[in-house]
């Protein structure tokens, strides 16, 4: 019985893990619908479907993403782990991930941060992306303020160009606030990303929206 009594409470959770997407379709539908390449200023039209997979700590659950879902922000801590199903092939591959709704989605005024982005990344036989080199801009975890809705948390995939390897438009040093990933991607020979998700997630013990 005191099973039973913890059901609604398991199989929210129980969804967020096993969740991923399927259909790239709807993944680009999805992401188009939440204003996504609009905002980005991004062309989005995925050859392949991204998986991040975010770690639990103190548990041997995960949560892997499906585009839109809403997390808390003590489900992100991360890092996140992240695969590639499709045709892309093994790589190098570049990884980026950015918040465009920085302090608040109504007043974005230090948008876009730069929350994760590295390169050198390669594909294993079961999608899995290893990189080989230090990321430029280790994973932040998503932190939106407390008088803030949700932001919208935004992973990009793009093969990497022979301009991104030796590029220093962004170091470890660079400030993460005002970046611009489609004028980086330009500068750097990364054209259109090949495969991208997103989340939401809402600030520290925030209640989870029912429809998760």
Avoid at 34 to 54: H, M, Q, R, S, W
Avoid at 89 to 118: K, S
Avoid at 127 to 146: D, H, K, R, V
Wanted: charge should be negative; glycine fraction near 8%; aromatic fraction near 10%.
């Amino acid at each position: 019985m005191q099973l039973l009594s913890y059901l609604p409470y398991l199989l929210p959770l129980c969804v967020l893990v096993n969740a991923q997407d399927t259909d790239i379709n709807l993944v680009k539908y999805t992401v188009e619908t939440a204003n996504i390449p609009f905002d980005l200023g991004i062309f989005f039209d995925p050859t392949d479907l991204l998986e991040v997979t975010f770690p639990q700590n103190g548990t041997a659950l995960s949560i892997t993403l499906k585009a839109g879902d809403f997390l808390n922000q003590n489900q992100t801590g991360g890092p996140p782990t992240f695969a590639l199903t499709g045709s892309a092939g093994t790589g190098p591959f570049v990884v980026a991930a950015v918040d465009p709704d920085a302090p608040t989605p109504v007043n974005p005024t230090e948008a876009q941060i730069r929350h994760f982005l590295g390169g050198d990344f390669t594909a294993g036989a079961d999608g899995t992306l290893t990189n080989s080199t230090p990321a430029i801009s280790e994973f932040l975890q998503p932190n939106p303020p407390l008088t803030s809705t949700a932001h919208r948390y935004i992973f990009l995939v793009f093969e990497q160009s022979d301009e991104f390897s030796s590029q220093t438009l962004v170091t470890p040093e660079t400030s993460r606030d005002d970046f611009n990933i489609s004028a980086f991607a330009a500068a750097t020979g990364l054209g259109n990303p090949i495969a991208g998700t997103f989340m939401e997630v809402w600030p520290v013990n925030s209640p989870t929206p029912p429809d998760v």
